[in-house]
DNA sequence: TTGTATGCGTTATCAT
DNA sequence: ATGATAACGCATACAA
């Protein structure tokens, strides 16, 4: 002790006015050279809160999932706060169970990355609303409207609308869309690939909406699944993604087949990762401003968490970005993914 | 409160032995029905942990450490485990400034995900001697001999060299080394190919190791690099990359300059990753282990939490994944990417 | 088996 | 401007 009384530290730690400069000195001193360090637990259960956010994602290896924590944890901690990061995998009852465990460990607020946690029956997604009653819950990439419930999104419905009917528009009506999530986003940007071929008029496509059941990182099968709808009859002249490695295993499967890119076949995917340039020729792909929604989201945690009144959802438009794979009129500028 | 102190209460929650069931039963239904949960800071003011690990990466959206954080992840929350990210980036000031506030949350260990925390100069890992006076420190992929401080890696060295040996003794001599990381395993992984070509008399092969200085998401300009150094007289049959992306860039590079691969173009990758599958050919690749070497990372960390004395290194052999790229005799069984 | 009481290291309220 | 002291909610040693 440097002559001077518990509290007194206590309020040069935190930096309060009412308390003379030598004294200030002082105390800082003899912390510097005992090397004190104020105890974080102590602090929590004082303040109650340890400034920390819970980040859900169901697979933080996912390329981009990956990103999104990425970015998301670096602008909470530039606004000071701590990222506990758990991932849940698929299945409801694990991600229920992560969340309870966050919040039992007395997370500020909860992130819930990608659009895998909103169910498609709405009763499944009680355990948000759940969440919500006790911490903002924050949603990247996906929509709920409840109170404290927040978004920040893409608009991946108007995004893959716009891909589609750029490539309707440029002559190609037989379009093998190929998905393989039925996430919230998936959803949305099967829609618009629906919107895009009502507005043109093109009505009998259901037989080239494709939903590719095995993994996704089983590229070849995916190539092989490509492969065998073809053999089985269904033409098509492009394949739009909902996934850059989907996209990619199109390129490959014109490749096997000898059809040249993109003049026998157009492929346009999902996400402008590096995926997208690993491919030859490079990939058009929908840029969906994952760092844009990342830094909004968080913008909208650290008000919320201030006791500012923030919107409960932000949307961001998509952007198509054209390379090697589409001979598109009027092509946007090509510029690196993100 | 259902009759009983607070004491029986905490007894109940810590599962202890000397409480009658008829009173656990008891408690634990009023603690059901009024929705109690512990106070966790509380509970880590006490027990003076939050059962909290630190894990420092410099970039958590780069493919190998996102995957690395993920099993790591996984792992210690089966242990019990929560998992506190931390992305430093790769200058040492932000490295040190990270490490500092992670210790000063109090976790019970700092896990060094990925070998870029080993600085060259060993005055500069002082801050890693510093923390492993307060907590244990777990590094994957990388070694540094420390008391409490421990490592799980893979020998890239030896694995190097092997492909490098594969690639000689089938003929090839030429053959350029592309590297983009000067970090622990980026030496070794040099080593190991310098060994090799020692090992065969190759000795003049100083020009056929290149460093690769823009950034690795540029996978056009390492296509252009690489064609830079053909054009410059540089002549080489074979490409070993110390990344997978380094390495598609050689596929791409091959396919622009008419190049037939394997015949006349071979490429060897490493990590293994989602790229391998991408390319196509697919690339041969070097399996680093990182399942195993996280798996162990966490294994030996909890048995050092525990109290049990635990090897301060353990050292897992890669092993090289054939595919497309190359033509090797006695070809390795070619398994999907980890 | 259960209850009582103390300590954990802060912050905050109230005196001084 | 500073000091004394009461929370904060749990774990635990000790008493019963």
Redesign the pocket.
Known sequence: MA?????????V??G?????P???RRVLEVMEQSG????A???G????TMQTIGILCTDSSDLYLAKAVYYIEQNLRAGGYHSILCCTGYRLENKKSSLDLLLRQKVDSVILVGSNFIEADDADNQYIRDAAGQVPVMLLNAYFDHPNVFCSLCDDLGAMRQAALSLIDSGISDILYLYNSRSYSGRKKLAGFRSACELRGLSETDGLQQYYTGSSADVDGIRAFIGRLHDEGLSFHAVIASDDILATAAVKYARLSGLKIPEELSVIGYNNSILALCCEPELTSVDNRLEEISRQLVKTLIGTLNGTAMPPSTVFPGRLVQRGTTALPDPVQSTAAS
Chains 1, 2 share one sequence.
């Open positions: 002559g001077v009384s518990i509290a007194t530290v206590s309020r730690i935190n309060s006015a009412s308390v003379r030598d004294t200030r004190y360090t104020p105890n637990f102590a602090r259960l004082g303040l109650n």
